[in-house]
């Protein structure tokens, strides 16, 4: 990458820099600074996706193959404390948001010590997970009890039969009991995921919505993204926000934009609101990272399992923080790699439906 002279960044850019960000300043004390991890868009970067494993229990066929995807040593995943120490400087570098993903972070042996590693890193607003919840209900307790602080569940069909299609190894009434252990422990403002395929569970949205009002969770109808080995993404899969909202008006929904929503942690949905047919009050998001790409509003960067900085979900990662660190960087010199890295993040994603990233998203994270 080429990193351009300093007179050509923008001014917050430069001031960070003056401001020996990435430089001397120690990364627990440091106040917020509002010029900290600002790239070449002025879009401010307070948001860090951490994968904490490339493996997974479930074969989503909007993710992976069937056969599932090549996973790489242990030993070159992050350790935890490497992955703390990279928090600190993230979060030294104005993130506020930090959310553990994977693969499936459940599978992550010793998960909740990790979560107790990342809770302590003073700065943290909002610590929270993506997971399928397939190993939920005996985790949520001691997730909750480490400081995990909120929880976004994948659930795309409430139709055990589809369920099990879509996951390929997945079971729904151990994702409900997840669920139900969640609301337990005292998680609140829990997140479901749905990702909607054309053809598969688009009949499913309005069922999905009601669950949602009964539960108080917020759903989530994503976009199919084309990511991912498989070329199973396409029109006859793809299914655009603006007909999933025609599908729930069909069943009998009235929805109203609701711009000015703002939800726990905040995000890359649009929100809707109104009425279902039963009555219910509902609340729902969508992500249409196709259709209206949000990348204008992009405040995040992806940590790979493997200590890769992605700066776009799009964008292959160059920067191995891992090897930094393993080569022994000391903590300011991996600032200053971050911030040059971030000089190279993308203004858009190039998915514009015909350039596929032929990579498992679970080994991007989501
Ligand atoms: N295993 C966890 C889970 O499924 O929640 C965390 C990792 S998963 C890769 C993160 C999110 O990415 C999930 O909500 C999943 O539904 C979503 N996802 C995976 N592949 C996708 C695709 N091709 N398009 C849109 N969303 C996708
Ligand atoms: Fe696993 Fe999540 Fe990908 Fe499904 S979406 S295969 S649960 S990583």
């Given at each position: 990458m080429t990193v351009p002279s300093s007179c050509a960044l923008?001014?917050?850019?430069?001031?960070?820099?003056?401001?020996?960000?990435?430089?001397?300043?120690?990364?627990?004390?440091?106040?917020r600074n509002p010029f900290a991890l600002v790239d070449l868009q002025a879009r401010r970067v307070e948001y860090l996706r951490v994968s904490v494993t490339d493996r997974c229990n479930y074969r989503c066929s909007y993710c992976m193959p069937a056969q599932g995807v090549p996973v790489v040593?242990?030993?070159?995943?992050?350790?935890?404390?490497?992955?703390?120490?990279?928090?600190?400087?993230?979060v030294a570098l104005g993130v506020r948001k930090v959310r553990l993903t994977g693969g499936e972070p459940l599978l992550r042996r010793d998960l909740v010590r990790l979560v107790d590693q990342v809770a302590r890193v003073p700065g943290i607003d909002d610590l929270a997970m993506t997971t399928n919840g397939h190993l939920l209900e005996g985790l949520a307790a001691p997730?909750?009890?480490?400081?995990?602080?909120?929880?976004?569940?994948?659930?795309?069909?409430?139709?055990?039969?589809?369920?099990?299609?879509?996951?390929?190894?997945?079971?729904?009434?151990?994702?409900?009991?997840?669920?139900?252990?969640?609301?337990?422990?005292?998680?609140?403002?829990?997140?479901?995921?749905?990702?909607?395929?054309?053809?598969?569970?688009?009949?499913?949205?309005?069922?999905?919505?009601?669950?949602?009002?009964?539960?108080?969770?917020?759903?989530?109808?994503?976009?199919?993204?084309?990511?991912?080995?498989?070329?199973h993404w396409g029109p006859a899969t793809y299914l655009p926000a603006a007909e999933m909202r025609e599908r729930l008006a069909t069943d009998g929904w009235t929805l109203t934009p609701d711009p000015a929503a703002t939800h726990p942690g905040g995000g890359p949905a649009r929100h809707w609101v109104g009425n279902g047919p039963a009555g219910e009050r509902v609340a729902l998001g969508f992500i249409a990272a196709v259709s209206e790409k949000f990348c204008r509003l992009c405040n995040r960067v992806r940590l790979s399992a493997t200590g890769t900085l992605r700066e776009c979900l799009s964008a292959h990662g160059t920067l191995s923080l891992r090897d930094r660190l393993r080569a022994g960087a000391t903590d300011?010199?991996?600032?200053?790699?971050?911030?040059?890295?971030?000089?190279?993040?993308?203004?858009?994603?190039?998915f514009d439906g015909n350039e596929p990233t032929h990579e498992a998203m679970s080994s991007i994270g989501g």
């Open positions: 923008p001014a917050g850019v430069r001031a960070a820099t003056a401001l020996g960000i990435g430089g001397t300043v120690a990364a627990p004390n440091l106040p040593p242990r030993d070159e995943l992050l350790a935890f404390d490497e992955i703390a120490r990279l928090v600190r400087q993230f997730l909750r009890a480490a400081g995990l602080q909120r929880l976004n569940v994948s659930l795309d069909t409430l139709d055990a039969g589809r369920f099990a299609a879509v996951t390929r190894q997945g079971d729904l009434a151990t994702v409900l009991r997840g669920l139900d252990a969640a609301d337990a422990a005292g998680f609140e403002h829990t997140k479901l995921n749905a990702v909607v395929l054309r053809g598969l569970n688009d009949g499913d949205l309005g069922a999905l919505a009601a669950f949602g009002a009964r539960r108080g969770y917020l759903v989530r109808f994503i976009e199919y993204m084309p990511i991912g080995v498989d070329d300011a010199d991996l600032r200053a790699a971050i911030l040059a890295a971030l000089l190279g993040k993308v203004d858009a994603h190039r």
